[in-house]
């Protein structure tokens, strides 16, 4: 083969001494793995170098070769010459496979490696894990005993306590997401229980390690909008056999909503043209989906086979388009997708084909495909992994928003209270909650309290509450006990007499997350007092909402306009009022609506973004048009009035907290409606103004109320109420709705339509003798 390749150089090639005798067989093996003619004749050229350079080094014969003569070769050229240090790597690869060059001896096996074989052994003959899983238990596992020093002193597990395990915990969440970390404890906790129950370690560490709250629903679905979709896949060159592959495996992921491992699976014979169907093995759930083969995917499929794929002797439907031939791994899908969105130059940010599945599910529940076809096309299975996706139904979900009541007039001017009256002081007493000191901790308890706190965030808590509380125990216990050494019960009874001006369900809250923290404290000192929780106060009955009407929110817009401006909260009047729109149009919490920026707000869809609220959630929530458009007149007139209008300018905006102005706080918007509430003498049944939760309970219960007065199936309705307000289920969305008098009489109507002729026929008829 040299010879018809390099006729001129062939005998050259030949006579080196090295490598001389099996280069024939060397080119003939490269062209075999789909090598390029051009690539074959730079393997011969650089194999002349390779064999000046084995030559210095004192070697004669191909025998007298070694891995270690390849090695500093490789380090000799990869920086002067990287082509050659490849070539290097084909050589040696060749030689392995013919056996012309000894294998690598592997290393001895440390104390670590001996350890981690018998655990790994456990996990593939008794558990049944598979190969790749062990590999992830192996890197961690490999990991941990090496940070406790197990190479050193075989004795590390034995002796391994709580403190030690935590340390490697925080180690580690310092460079892993809670998604990842949450994997590196679950195989932890596997290797503790595994060593306890061989006896190695006594005590019971894997029921005592915490792990990290991962929460369902936490991130929105990646999808592009279906226009887009197609504009990346029209804009793959399919000139050339790599267009092709790639156009044919994104056009599969987007017409069938693959997996990118079900696409490097396919095999030829997994395509049934006398059938018209095609099987995706599903390695997810280990199941086989039969879907039919379209007009638009066959032909998509005959123009890859024909013009596209390699003639090599592989069944795989899909293979790599450059040398060395072969089968396609799951990553490759990714680099494929990455590089024709680079080509596409579509500002796309997704970095990953699995948007493309996304993109499908959703683009079939905007055409009105039900949710359990979307799941059996999918392959899901149970409807909740399917229900993900009615969050981004945003035009479904754009019938729960409630529309903007109409304003209700005013004859008599309202006197409101300037910003900072407190019409319902929280504090019974009046005074000022007790706060702990700003300053360093101080008590005996101060180095417990700082490794709980950084344990507890390195397991993805932010712990903002749980650290002031902790300051005013700390701050307590230094003041009134400074030369304690622990903890007594009177001094925990003295403490929790600070807490008066909460309220029971407060109280026992502070309290809890006090013994908490003495739990902890105890693994170290077993004498240590802990708090029985049977002697803390009992939870106070759930607050009755208090339901604003439609005319009670038309009430208090019209009452906003009494709202007086003041230097720093020139648009005080307009932002009050856009805020209680939003909450009752949207439901939103609270702790969702004030955070939210200009940005947020995405007017051409008429959406708000909600990012990271309760338990890490996001969801976009669709606008009811009048609220869009009441929101999109508040935005003109900041721009009218030259505040700020950046992205990143808070949505409900004033000018306090720094140089740029803050959003409002939660204080000041409780204050306002609270203001607003008692000007117009709106007050609960204990003679309190609502809260600003009420608000969120008065959209869910108007919103279930619009829906029976105009006939809708409300069971139907409850799964997108729902994904609206952020809920899991609809077992957290019934919180929200209590049966008040409007639902009640609804309801009884259709009872009464549906159930009472039966129950009346039953009831009377007459016994037969």
Same mark, same amino acid.
């Given at each position: 083969?040299?010879?018809?390749?390099?006729?001129?150089? /062939?005998?050259?090639?030949?006579?080196?001494?090295?490598?001389?005798?099996?280069?024939?067989?060397?080119?003939?093996?490269?062209?075999?793995?789909?090598?390029?003619?051009?690539?074959?004749?730079? *393997?011969?050229?650089?194999?002349?170098?390779?064999?000046?350079?084995?030559?210095?080094?004192?070697?004669?014969?191909?025998?007298?070769?070694?891995?270690?003569?390849?090695?500093?070769?490789?380090?000799?050229?990869?920086?002067?010459?990287?082509?050659?240090?490849?070539?290097?790597?084909?050589?040696?690869?060749?030689?392995?496979?013919?056996?012309?060059?000894?294998?690598?001896?592997?290393?001895?096996?440390?104390?670590?490696?001996?350890?981690?074989?018998?655990?790994?052994?456990?996990?593939?003959?008794?558990?049944?894990?598979?190969?790749?899983?062990?590999?992830?238990?192996?890197?961690?596992?490999?990991?941990?005993?090496?940070?406790?020093?197990?190479?050193?002193?075989?004795?590390?597990?034995?002796?391994?306590?709580?403190?030690?395990?935590?340390?490697?915990?925080?180690? /580690?969440?310092?460079?892993?997401?809670?998604?990842?970390? *949450?994997?590196?404890?679950?195989?932890?906790?596997?290797?503790?229980?595994?060593?306890? @129950?061989?006896?190695?370690?006594?005590?019971?560490?894997?029921?005592?390690?915490?792990?990290?709250?991962?929460?369902?629903?936490?991130?929105?679905?990646?999808?592009?909008?279906?226009?887009?979709?197609?504009?990346?896949?029209?804009?793959?060159?399919?000139?050339?056999?790599?267009?092709?592959?790639?156009?044919?495996?994104?056009?599969?992921?987007?017409?069938?909503?693959?997996?990118?491992?079900?696409?490097?699976?396919?095999?030829?014979?997994?395509?049934?043209?006398?059938?018209?169907?095609?099987?995706?093995?599903?390695?997810?759930?280990?199941?086989?989906?039969?879907?039919?083969?379209?007009?638009?995917?066959?032909?998509?499929?005959?123009?890859?086979?024909?013009?596209?794929?390699?003639?090599?002797?592989?069944?795989?439907?899909?293979?790599?388009?450059?040398?060395?031939?072969?089968?396609?791994?799951?990553?490759?899908?990714?680099?494929?997708?990455?590089?024709?969105?680079? *080509?596409?130059?579509?500002?796309?940010?997704?970095?990953?084909?699995?948007?493309?599945?996304?993109?499908?599910?959703?683009?079939?529940?905007?055409?009105?495909?039900?949710?359990?076809?979307?799941?059996?096309?999918?392959?899901?299975?149970?409807?909740?992994?399917?229900?993900?996706?009615?969050?981004?139904?945003?035009?479904?979900?754009?019938?729960?928003?409630?529309?903007?009541?109409?304003?209700?007039?005013?004859?008599?001017?309202?006197?409101?209270?300037?910003?900072?009256?407190?019409?319902?002081?929280? /504090?019974?007493?009046?005074?000022?909650?007790?706060?702990?000191?700003?300053?360093?901790?101080?008590?005996?308890?101060?180095?417990?309290?700082?490794?709980?706190?950084?344990?507890?965030?390195?397991?993805?808590?932010?712990?903002?509450?749980?650290?002031?509380?902790?300051?005013?125990?700390?701050?307590?216990?230094?003041?009134?006990?400074?030369?304690?050494?622990?903890?007594?019960?009177?001094?925990?009874?003295?403490?929790?007499?600070?807490?008066?001006?909460?309220?029971?369900?407060?109280?026992?809250?502070?309290?809890?997350?006090?013994?908490?923290?003495?739990?902890?404290?105890?693994?170290?000192?077993?004498?240590?007092?802990?708090?029985?929780?049977?002697?803390?106060?009992?939870?106070?009955?759930?607050?009755?909402?208090?339901?604003?009407?439609?005319?009670?929110?038309?009430?208090?817009?019209?009452?906003?306009?009494?709202?007086?401006?003041?230097?720093?909260?020139?648009?005080?009047?307009?932002?009050?009022?856009?805020?209680?729109?939003?909450?009752?149009?949207?439901?939103?919490?609270?702790?969702?609506?004030?955070?939210?920026?200009?940005?947020?707000?995405?007017?051409?869809?008429?959406?708000?973004?909600?990012?990271?609220?309760?338990?890490?959630?996001?969801?976009?929530?669709?606008?009811?048009?009048?609220?869009?458009?009441?929101?999109?007149?508040?935005?003109?007139?900041?721009?009218?009035?030259?505040?700020?209008? @950046?992205?990143?300018?808070?949505?409900?905006?004033?000018?306090?907290?720094?140089?740029?102005?803050?959003?409002?706080?939660?204080?000041?918007?409780?204050?306002?409606?609270?203001?607003?509430?008692?000007?117009?003498?709106?007050?609960?049944?204990?003679?309190?103004?609502?809260?600003?939760?009420?608000?969120?309970?008065?959209?869910?219960?108007?919103?279930?109320?619009?829906?029976? @007065?105009?006939?809708?199936?409300?069971?139907?309705?409850?799964?997108?109420?729902?994904?609206?307000?952020?809920?899991?289920?609809?077992?957290?969305?019934?919180?929200?709705?209590?049966?008040?008098?409007?639902?009640?009489?609804?309801?009884?109507?259709?009872?009464? *339509?549906?159930?009472?002729?039966?129950?009346?026929?039953?009831?009377?008829?007459?016994?037969?003798?």
């Amino acid at each position: 083969m040299i010879s018809e390749m390099c006729p001129r150089v /062939c005998q050259i090639c030949i006579s080196l001494p090295v490598l001389g005798p099996v280069l024939e067989e060397f080119i003939t093996w490269s062209c075999q793995r789909g090598y390029s003619p051009v690539t074959l004749k730079n *393997q011969l050229m650089h194999a002349k170098q390779l064999d000046a350079f084995f030559g210095e080094l004192g070697i004669l014969r191909i025998s007298d070769l070694s891995h270690d003569d390849f090695e500093i070769a490789w380090n000799y050229y990869h920086r002067r010459k990287p082509s050659i240090a490849g070539t290097i790597h084909q050589i040696e690869r060749f030689l392995e496979e013919t056996h012309r060059l000894d294998p690598v001896l592997p290393p001895p096996k440390t104390p670590v490696d001996l350890e981690l074989d018998r655990f790994l052994d456990h996990l593939r003959n008794v558990r049944g894990l598979a190969a790749s899983t062990i590999n992830h238990y192996a890197a961690n596992l490999h990991s941990f005993l090496e940070y406790i020093g197990y190479d050193e002193n075989t004795e590390a597990l034995t002796g391994l306590t709580l403190k030690e395990t935590e340390e490697f915990i925080c180690v /580690c969440s310092k460079r892993l997401s809670r998604y990842s970390l *949450q994997h590196v404890v679950a195989r932890l906790r596997a290797f503790l229980r595994f060593q306890h @129950e061989q006896g190695v370690i006594e005590s019971s560490l894997h029921t005592m390690i915490d792990t990290p709250r991962v929460y369902q629903l936490e991130k929105l679905p990646r999808s592009l909008p279906w226009k887009m979709v197609e504009t990346l896949l029209s804009s793959i060159d399919r000139s050339n056999a790599h267009g092709i592959r790639d156009y044919t495996m994104l056009f599969l992921i987007a017409a069938y909503g693959l997996r990118p491992c079900e696409v490097v699976a396919l095999t030829l014979d997994d395509i049934d043209w006398r059938s018209g169907s095609i099987r995706i093995p599903q390695r997810k759930t280990g199941n086989q989906l039969i879907l039919p083969i379209t007009d638009s995917v066959g032909d998509v499929l005959v123009d890859y086979l024909k013009r596209g794929r390699p003639d090599l002797p592989f069944r795989e439907l899909f293979l790599r388009v450059l040398a060395p031939h072969g089968p396609l791994i799951r990553t490759a899908v990714n680099g494929a997708f990455n590089l024709r969105v680079r *080509q596409s130059g579509l500002d796309i940010p997704c970095q990953g084909p699995y948007c493309l599945r996304h993109s499908y599910a959703v683009h079939l529940l905007r055409k009105g495909t039900s949710l359990k076809a979307i799941g059996d096309l999918l392959g899901h299975r149970s409807a909740e992994s399917t229900c993900v996706y009615l969050r981004l139904a945003t035009e479904d979900l754009r019938d729960v928003a409630l529309p903007v009541p109409e304003e209700a007039h005013i004859d008599t001017p309202l006197e409101i209270p300037p910003l900072g009256y407190r019409v319902n002081p929280r /504090c019974r007493n009046g005074t000022k909650p007790p706060a702990g000191s700003a300053g360093p901790l101080g008590s005996f308890l101060s180095g417990d309290i700082e490794d709980y706190l950084n344990l507890r965030r390195s397991l993805g808590r932010k712990c903002r509450n749980e650290a002031n509380t902790f300051r005013s125990f700390d701050s307590f216990l230094a003041t009134h006990y400074p030369q304690a050494e622990d903890l007594t019960g009177e001094m925990f009874d003295k403490w929790s007499l600070t807490l008066r001006h909460l309220a029971p369900t407060g109280r026992r809250k502070s309290m809890q997350v006090v013994r908490n923290l003495l739990l902890y404290h105890k693994r170290s000192h077993p004498r240590s007092l802990v708090p029985d929780p049977q002697t803390f106060p009992a939870p106070h009955q759930p607050v009755k909402p208090y339901i604003f009407s439609e005319s009670d929110i038309g009430r208090l817009l019209c009452a906003t306009k009494y709202l007086r401006p003041t230097t720093r909260s020139p648009l005080r009047a307009e932002a009050i009022r856009i805020a209680i729109i939003l909450l009752y149009t949207t439901g939103l919490r609270r702790g969702e609506l004030l955070p939210l920026r200009l940005g947020d707000f995405k007017s051409d869809e008429e959406t708000l973004d909600i990012n990271a609220t309760k338990f890490h959630k996001s969801r976009i929530i669709p606008l009811s048009r009048s609220a869009a458009g009441e929101l999109a007149d508040f935005l003109a007139l900041r721009r009218e009035k030259r505040l700020p209008v @950046e992205t990143e300018s808070p949505l409900l905006w004033n000018g306090y907290g720094g140089p740029e102005g803050g959003g409002y706080s939660d204080n000041a918007l409780a204050h306002n409606l609270a203001a607003l509430c008692a000007s117009l003498h709106v007050f609960t049944d204990k003679g309190r103004t609502p809260r600003i939760h009420d608000l969120r309970h008065s959209f869910a219960v108007n919103a279930l109320l619009r829906w029976y @007065e105009a006939g809708e199936d409300v069971g139907a309705k409850l799964p997108m109420l729902a994904t609206y307000m952020g809920h899991v289920s609809i077992a957290s969305t019934h919180y929200y709705l209590p049966f008040v008098e409007g639902i009640r009489s609804e309801a009884s109507t259709r009872f009464e *339509q549906s159930f009472g002729s039966a129950v009346t026929t039953a009831a009377f008829k007459p016994e037969q003798e």
